[in-house]
């Protein structure tokens, strides 16, 4: 199970912080990532990260400006975004799968949270 919170209203350039908090323990071969859905679009990948090194890896548009990482004694997953624009607000999804590499597509994902929306004003 994954829950997410930290989501809000925020001006552009501003900043918030998303947290995607996981039940169980996670393996090694386990990837967590953060989606999002705009109204009318696709949802799409963000940014994952390898539970096991760290690794990262992220959607063009928001490198520099998101930062994912994960704290392992919490189980739980972080997105840093900064300098939001209005093109980020979305319903944003934390998910995790089973893989050693991370994947952009959704349907590899078997665990995902409730979202949490994030605004933002122009």
């Known amino acids: 199970q994954l829950v997410e919170s930290g989501g809000g209203l925020v001006q552009a350039g501003g900043s918030l912080r998303l947290s995607c908090t996981a039940s169980?323990?996670?393996?090694?071969?386990?990837?967590m990532s953060w989606f999002r859905q705009a109204p009318g679009k696709e949802r799409e990948f963000v940014a994952g990260?390898?539970?096991?090194?760290?690794?990262?890896a992220y959607e063009d548009s928001v490198k520099g400006r998101f930062t994912v990482s994960r704290e392992t004694a919490e189980n739980t997953v972080y997105l840093q975004m900064n300098m939001l624009k209005p093109e980020d607000t979305a319903v944003y999804y934390c998910?995790?799968?089973?893989?050693?590499?991370?994947?952009?597509?959704?349907?590899?994902?078997?665990?995902w949270g409730q979202g949490t929306q994030v605004t933002v004003s122009s």
């Open positions: 998910a995790g799968t089973r893989r050693f590499d991370v994947v952009t597509s959704r349907s590899l994902y078997q665990d």
């Open positions: 169980g323990r996670r393996t090694n071969s386990y990837i």
């Open positions: 990260i390898r539970w096991s090194t760290g690794d990262t």
